[in-house]
């Protein structure tokens, strides 16, 4: 975005496969269909906050720019509000392809954990893995600790503010049965690889 | 049966479309192994002149007395070889197609599959063939009486043509004044000519045509008959205003006290109760609108102050609804379109800010007999000075409408031009793609450029409010770059769709729809004026989305395919009909209500049931129901069907 | 009326207040809501940017101890919870790739799901189930207040039977019904930001700064809201959207449940008002 020259795109630098891995995903089969008319973007309001706009994104994976894809900020602004998806007139499942390129960004090593976003999400879902639930305080120390452990710091007062108002519990309340859970995450692994 | 069958099989290549996926040679060898087969050939294009001829030749010289030709579907070329066989002397119904091509090679991937499904549709032909009776089509005199029905302007080129012939018609339209959505219209693209200057001489030509029976404020209520001799009945609404006395002075329309919505203006003006929807209404007269007129709606204390200021006595609250019935030959349907409503996607903003509205309503506005006598003015009077004009609203959009409704990017091409000329204002053009197709449009477009209208590609995805101000939100998707264009006046130009009630006046005419709901051609390419109805055939918008040169084309093609039935003043009726064995009929009478076309009567003497077979449209629906098996369709027969079921499955 | 109850993480930690005005509210109205026994997380956009398809499972998993009760229909109050139990409904009925995977993921744990459970917000059953004339007449001290309904993303998106994805309504006629004056205003179902709040906060803040905004100029006194993280957003950040963005906002964000529940004549402790981070006493009175 921010270069001054436009390069000749370098063909070898694409993946031409890349379009069919995302339509692999949940939701993904018809991202073939785009005719680009921009109404995702124009819906999303985060589009003027991304690096690229979801349907420039959607182009991107068609022409198997994987890399900057996968590398792109614009992901990660994803909020999942799902305006792109109700108004797509092609039906296409946008929001679902976000989530995703967000998953392949991270499965792939396309981004680092040391980011604050991905950093989060990896974060939730390990809770949720190991405790089947949510539980807010393990969640900020994950994130603290694949982060920075001084944002910690900065979320101390609001965290004990949440806490004053019962709003954080001290321990987890997870899942009974949470053999089960950790034999669907692994149940869910399998049927990943592709 | 006596005479020895002589079966000749043909199988076409139809280039690459067959054999590409069917070994054609093979089937012929296969073939001419079957029972009665004295000769099976496959050949390149069976339905060129060399492969007719050969078909020809082999009746002559081989004496063939049955044919089958396996090729494409029968809905093209069936009557094709029956003409051949008719040609060599025999009778065209002792021939059997079987497709080979939409049922087999155009559907399956496997080669040998293919090939292998070919031999048994064959086999299949081969064996129904065997049971086929010579049938003999009959003539039926043809009424040259014509009806159009919608007096938009494709049904009035229609009505004029026709009656330009000599022959009489009648024009049916359901409103007041024919004229139709392009009587609303401003200026037309691309050529920017005033609509009513170009429309008007043509109504009025319609309203002085000796041969043209004009019935407006009616609609066609029931359709008897059948190509050739239909007999129509109409409803003629109560108008409450007798056309003859009535001068068209206007007094009542002043004087009347009930203010409501004007259709003609698209809601932005009012009309009266009693009320002419524009001023070059033809007819020139009013009608009372009873749902709203204060006479008919009030339960005690009458109105009449229409009566009382008409020097007349026009007015007559006591006319009822008339039903009138007409005789004719052929039918044409130009009953148009229908307008998407933009408040279904909330977030365009139509009714929730004023300053949103549609493109109709925006022709209303430049129209200098319009509302505003042509001001372009936002809802409190201000002059805007930048306007958004969003194409595609309701069009090309899974949520509403898949299709493209044609004619909106001329149109709304044509609007930013009015609107630049009319306030000088900035106007942007939100569009997916810029479908210039017409002749002289492209040039057009470019004009359009010229004049320094914004064009963004890109859907205009939202349209909202900040600080006062409207906001179009979209993607200039050529930049890459989310914008928030801040606007006084947004135009959403919105699809075009089937009429409210066309499943209602599909059902009367015995048209069948597409998926898209508007009426459905014969053929896409090579009949689109005709119907699955003999005699009836459609015009204009009702078709589907077009422009005025198109639906204008199609009003005059419709007339030609009219007069050409009425020209030719008979018709052949097709043998392929429901026949009672009187022997077996039980007289349950099981068929008699079944019956869609009432063909079949019951014979109290004899007590059975009897076949009308002008009436009788060869659906076959009786013949299902009938369990004594007395009644069959010619030609399809329980014999020949399940001959050919029976073979098709055989291994 | 009885339901299957789905509460959430969300009602069980951060949104104590949420479960407590339901339970208060859900008494009143004779709506019986019986928990899941050992439900777990829906997944939320967590989960789903990780993994997509454990999301769906996790999901199902919920909707198969129900079906294995008996259960036909789920009730939930959070609105990511509703859009991804929903969504994985929507996938084992629409696209037989994921009904498979579903399918086979729940089969390695020895369950199973025919994917026909209904999953529905409390709201709903609020509005369609009991219905508006049985709450109307239910009411003890009409809500004379002024009120921006907030419903956020997920009640109407994608898309389903029971809301508009782009101008919902139900809880104007449900607030209007237990005597508030609903402000009509363009942002009650626009996004506020979500889980951005914590990974992209100045867009978040940016979002939540123009639905209290609209809200206000709209003249509403509190805004409604339906979910927990819509909530949070509105109410604990607040403070930082004031001082980002130069404004004095004081609006109280409250549970649906709450107003609801007060209109029915029940205490403020009763429906835990005033756990929120903006003072409700301004406006809220007793
Ligand atoms: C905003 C807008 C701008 C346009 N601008 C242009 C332009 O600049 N140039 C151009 O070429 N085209 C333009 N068009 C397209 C143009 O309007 C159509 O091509 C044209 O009007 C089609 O004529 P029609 O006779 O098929 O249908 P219509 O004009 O719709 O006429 C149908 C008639 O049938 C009547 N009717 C309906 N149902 C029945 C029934 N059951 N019984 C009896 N009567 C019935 C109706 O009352 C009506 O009078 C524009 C369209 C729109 C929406
Ligand atoms: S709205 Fe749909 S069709 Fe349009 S650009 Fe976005 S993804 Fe493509
Ligand atoms: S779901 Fe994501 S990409 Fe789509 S409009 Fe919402 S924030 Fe934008």
Redesign the interface.
């Known amino acids: 975005m921010s270069t001054s020259t436009l390069e000749l795109l370098p063909e070898e630098g694409l993946e031409p496969g890349f379009a069919a891995q995302v339509a692999s ?3 993904g ?1 018809k991202i073939r269909r785009c005719i680009q008319c921009g109404t995702c973007s124009g819906s999303c ?2 589009s003027a ?1 991304m690096d690229y706009t979801p349907r420039r994104i959607l182009a991107m994976v068609r022409a198997g720019m994987k890399k900057e894809v996968l590398s792109s900020q614009a992901i ?2 994803c ?5 792109c ?2 108004r797509c007139p092609m039906g296409i ?1 946008l ?2 392809v976000m ?2 390129l ?2 392949l960004a ?1 499965k792939e090593g396309y981004v680092s954990l040391k980011q ?2 991905p950093a ?3 974060s ?2 390990e809770v ?1 893995e190991r405790y ?5 305080a393990s969640l900020i120390i994950g ?1 603290a600790l694949k982060t920075n452990p001084l944002d910690f710091v900065g979320l101390a007062p ?1 965290g004990l ?2 806490f004053r ?5 001290i321990l987890p ?1 997870g ?3 949470r053999q ?2 950790k ?6 692994q399998r ?2 690889v592709r | 049966m006596l005479e020895e069958i002589r079966i000749g099989v043909y199988v076409c290549h139809c280039g690459s479309n067959i054999a590409d996926k069917v070994d054609c040679p093979a089937v012929a060898a296969y073939a001419s192994q079957l029972p009665h087969v004295v000769v099976a050939r496959d050949y390149q294009y069976m339905c060129s002149d060399p492969g007719q001829e050969l078909i020809r030749q082999d009746i002559k010289e081989l004496k063939l007395n049955r044919v089958v030709v396996a090729s494409c579907s029968p809905r093209m070329h069936e009557p094709t070889f029956r003409k051949v066989c008719e040609s060599a002397g025999l009778n065209g119904y002792l021939y059997e197609m079987a497709n080979i091509r939409e049922h087999c090679s155009w559907v399956t991937e496997d080669p040998q599959q293919a090939t292998e499904k070919a031999k048994a549709l064959v086999r299949a032909a081969v064996a129904r063939v065997v049971h086929h009776e010579p049938l003999f089509e009959r003539w039926a005199p043809v009424n040259p009486n014509i009806l159009v029905v919608g007096g938009g302007i494709a049904g009035i080129e229609a009505a004029l043509k026709v009656a330009a012939a000599g022959n009489k018609v009648w024009l049916v339209e359901k409103s007041p004044s024919i004229g139709g959505n392009m009587a609303r219209l401003d200026k037309t693209f691309p050529t920017l000519d005033c609509s009513a200057c170009i429309l008007t001489p043509k109504m009025v030509s319609v309203a002085q045509d000796e041969n043209i029976t004009l019935l407006t404020y009616a609609e066609v209520e029931q359709v008897e008959g059948y190509v050739g001799n239909f007999r129509v009945t109409i409803r003629k609404k109560a108008r409450s205003v007798d056309l003859n006395k009535c001068t068209g002075c206007g007094r009542c329309q002043e004087k009347c006290p009930v203010e409501v919505p004007s259709e003609f203006e698209a809601g932005l003006a009012m009309r009266k109760a009693i009320y002419t929807p524009f001023p070059q209404a033809v007819p020139n007269k009013p009608a009372i609108d009873r749902e709203h007129c204060r006479h008919f709606t009030r339960t005690k204390g009458k109105c009449r102050v229409c009566f009382n200021v008409c020097q007349v006595g026009a007015i007559d609250y006591d006319q009822e609804d008339e039903l009138v019935t007409y005789e004719c030959g052929a039918i044409i349907v130009a009953t148009g379109y229908g307008l998407f409503d933009p408040s279904v ?3 365009w903003g139509y009714g929730r800010y004023d300053d949103v509205i549609t493109a109709i309503q925006f022709e209303r506005l430049v129209n200098a007999s319009g509302p505003t006598k042509g001001k372009v003015v936002c809802k409190d009077g201000r002059v805007p000075e930048r306007i958004a004009i969003l194409h595609c609203i309701g069009s090309r959009d899974e949520n509403y409408h898949p299709y493209c409704s044609r004619i909106c990017c001329m149109a709304s091409l044509k609007l930013a031009h009015l609107a630049r000329e009319k306030t000088g204002a900035e106007v942007y053009n939100f569009y997916i793609d810029l479908r210039a197709f017409g002749k002289g449009y492209e040039e057009f477009y470019n004009r359009i450029l010229e004049e320094g209208v914004n064009f963004i590609r890109g859907k205009g995805a939202e349209v ?2 900040k600080d006062g101000r409207l906001v179009v939100r979209g993607e200039d998707t050529l930049l890459g770059r989310y914008r928030e264009v801040p606007v006084d006046l947004v135009i959403l130009n919105t699809a075009l769709e089937p009429q409210p009630d066309a499943t209602k006046v599909a059902q009367i005419f015995g048209i069948q729809r597409s998926a898209d709901g508007f009426f459905l051609e014969s053929h896409p390419k090579l009949e689109p004026l005709k119907t699955a109805t003999d005699g009836v055939f459609i015009a204009g918008c009702c078709q589907g989305p077009k422009d005025i040169p198109d639906s204008v084309a199609q009003g005059a093609g419709a007339a030609a395919e009219a007069l050409s039935l009425a020209t030719a003043g008979k018709v052949k009726i097709s043998p392929v009909v429901a026949s009672i064995d009187p022997d077996l009929c039980s007289g349950c009478r099981m068929c008699l209500p079944l019956c869609p076309y009432g063909a079949i009567s019951f014979n109290e003497e004899k007590k059975v049931a009897e076949v009308n077979e002008t009436l009788c449209k060869g659906c076959g629906t009786c013949a299902a129901s009938c369990g004594s098996g007395a009644l069959n369709v010619r030609h399809f027969t329980r014999n020949q069907i399940l001959t050919q079921i029976e073979e098709v499955l055989a291994v | 009326m009885r339901y299957a109850y789905f509460p959430g ?2 009602n ?5 207040d949420y479960e407590q005005s339901t339970q208060a509210v859900a008494r009143v109205l004779g709506v019986e809501l019986a928990e899941l026994p ?4 829906c ?12 999301s ?3 999901s199902a ?1 919920n909707l198969a101890i129900a079906e294995a009760q008996g259960w036909e229909e789920v009730v939930v109050t959070c609105n990511s919870c509703f ?1 991804m139990l929903r969504r994985a409904g929507d ?1 084992h009925r629409q ?1 037989p790739a ?1 009904r498979e ?1 579903i399918d ?3 089969a ?2 020895g369950k199973k799901w025919q994917g026909q459970t209904r999953v529905r917000h409390l709201l709903d059953i609020l509005v369609n189930d009991v219905g508006l004339e049985t709450i109307a007449g239910k009411v003890k001290r009409p809500l004379r207040l002024k009120i921006a309904p907030y419903y956020g ?2 009640l ?4 389903n039977e029971f809301e ?4 919902p309504e139900s809880m104007d006629q449900l607030l209007s019904a237990v005597g508030a004056e609903v402000v009509p205003y ?1 942002h009650k179902a ?2 506020c ?4 709040m ?3 906060e ?3 803040l940016r ?1 939540c700064y123009e639905i209290i905004g609209e809200a206000q100029d709209r003249g509403a006194q509190v805004i409604a809201v339906t979910c927990p993280m819509c909530q ?1 957003n509105l109410d ?1 950040y607040q403070n930082k959207i004031n001082a980002r963005f130069g404004t004095n906002f004081k609006m109280p964000v409250l549970y649906f449940t709450q107003l609801v529940g007060l209109a029915l004549g029940l205490r403020e402790r009763q429906l835990a008002i005033g ?3 903006v003072p409700v006493k301004q406006v809220i009175n007793f």
């Not at chain 1, 089947?132 to 807010?136: A, C, N, Q, S």
């Not at chain 1, 108002?165 to 519990?169: F, M």
């Not at chain 1, 034999?183 to 869910?188: D, E, K, S």
């Not at chain 3, 930001?193 to 951005?196: E, P, Q």
């Open positions: 995903y949940p939701g089969e309001q985060m906050d990660w602004y909020a999942a509000c799902y305006y998806t109700a499942k929001t679902e989530f995703a967000k998953s991270l604050h976003s989060f999400y990896k939730f879902y949720v089947g639930r949510m539980h807010e994130l609001f503010n949440m108002k019962g709003k954080i519990e309340h899942v009974k049965n089960e859970i034999a669907l995450v692994q149940q869910v049927l990943e | 996607g909330p977030q909202t409010q | 993480c969300s069980h930690a951060s949104s104590k050992d439900w777990n997380c997944g939320t956009t967590g989960v789903t940017s990780v993994s997509p398809l454990l769906a499972v996790l998993r859009g996938y696209d994921m995977k086979a993921a729940l390695g744990v993303c997920l109407g998106r994608p898309r508009d994805s782009e101008y363009d626009k996004c930001g979500g889980a951005l914590t990974t992209k100045e867009v978040a979002l949070l604990g756990k929120g981070f």
